[in-house]
């Protein structure tokens, strides 16, 4: 089945120590998200790539970066993990075409922990 | 800027009636509506496209008022399994929209 995977499930890091999360999907959209989601918050827009072109939201910190090599795949790097980033961090996948944004697709989330 | 949602949380018993609503300050395009499971990603449920435009997908239900702004979540007879936050998410009258803008979510909770 078409779908959007996210590795690992669960992170556990350190206080400053660098974490890379990774997203990849089969659904060959053409844009795929970053969300930060919070306990019984709505989840935040970190930042988005249309195919190539990389979209940041202006209140993301610095300390988060995001890397697409390629269609499929999608990277979300954070610099310096602090307290703060304890939270679900969520992929998504949509598409774009002619000018219509259609359905997201998520995947199931990586669940980070900052000690 | 974020669409409001009202009510925040909702508690039912299983087979009445809920509604959820949704309103932007801004001139809007469509709107999503997603559910979220405790503990797991949000699924989608439909996209409303045009002003007046209603679906529905079993016992669930929706509405799309362009010229208010506003949308609504129609669940209707609701299953324990329609307990969950949904959230709308709102996509703004302008060219080349790529992304959604959340609202903050309505918790709602079926009890037997």
């Known amino acids: 089945d078409a779908m959007v995977i996210q590795n690992p499930r669960y992170q556990v890091t350190q206080f400053g120590k660098p974490v890379t999360l990774s997203c990849s999907q089969t659904?060959?959209?053409?844009?795929m998200y970053w969300y930060q989601q919070k306990s019984s918050q709505a989840p935040k827009l970190l930042f988005h790539y249309y195919d190539k072109d990389f979209n940041n939201e202006a209140d993301t910190p610095d300390n988060f970066q995001s890397r697409r090599p390629n269609t499929s795949f999608c990277f979300l790097d954070i610099r310096s993990p602090g307290l703060g980033d304890a939270a679900m961090y969520l992929c998504?996948?949509?598409?774009?075409?002619?000018?219509?944004?259609?359905?997201?697709?998520f995947g199931p989330g990586t669940r980070l922990t900052v000690t | 800027q974020q669409p409001v949602q009202s009510p925040q949380a909702v508690i039912l018993r299983e087979g009445e009636d809920a509604v959820i609503n949704c309103s932007s300050s801004k001139a809007l395009y469509s709107v999503h509506w997603y559910r979220q499971k405790h503990g797991e990603a949000p699924v989608f449920l439909m996209i409303l496209l045009k002003g007046g435009e209603q679906k529905g997908h079993e016992k669930i239900s929706a509405s799309f008022n362009e010229k208010k702004q506003q949308s609504s979540l129609y669940l209707t007879a609701s299953q324990l399994s329609y307990s969950g936050t949904y959230f709308c998410?709102?996509?703004?009258?302008?060219?080349?929209?790529?992304?959604?803008?959340f609202g903050q979510g309505t918790r709602l909770t079926i009890n037997p």
């Open positions: 659904l060959n959209h053409n844009v």
């Open positions: 998410g709102t996509v703004p009258l302008i060219q080349g929209a790529q992304k959604l803008v």
């Open positions: 998504a996948t949509s598409r774009v075409l002619s000018g219509h944004l259609y359905e997201q697709y």
